[in-house]
């Protein structure tokens, strides 16, 4: 949903108090369903996160995360690429899998990483299960990344796993 479509939104329908509806730029009213909303609160985080100082608002950075792979059925690893000033460049999905694990490529990662011109990286998946547990794979799996992007001058600040609204940093639990 772009924000060039819509100029506003308006609460609840008051007679069912349960459609969400929005106002177009000719100012007619229409109603919007679920995805539409969470498709424009993702652009919403993500435009606040991009280029902000990543490590003086990490709050921000889980809010956007808890949006995009919080509710998702299957894992997603996802990279968020940073500057030298550790502000954020992009946030990348990398690769999609089932619904207890998916296949990461270090060759992909180290090569995107390179493309965007990263500094840094946090790496993030979530896990559909609701445990936000890393598993020996995820650990390993941090190990590798770490190693990989270091030949490139490329540093992994976290990895983070995002299950539903609950949220686990490695890097704060000593795991990196």
Known sequence: ???????????FDSSTSSVLLVRDVAGDYRQVDADEVLQAAQQVLLSRVRGSDVLASPQAVRDFLR???????HEVFAVVHLDTQNRVIEYVEMFRGTVSQTSVYPREVVRESMMCNSAAVLLVHNHPSGSTQPSRADEMLTQTLKAALALVDVRVLDHLIVAGNDFLSMAERGLM
């Open 1 to 11: 949903m772009s924000h060039d479509l819509f100029s506003s939104f308006v609460s």
């Open 67 to 73: 949006v995009k792979l919080g509710t998702l059925e």
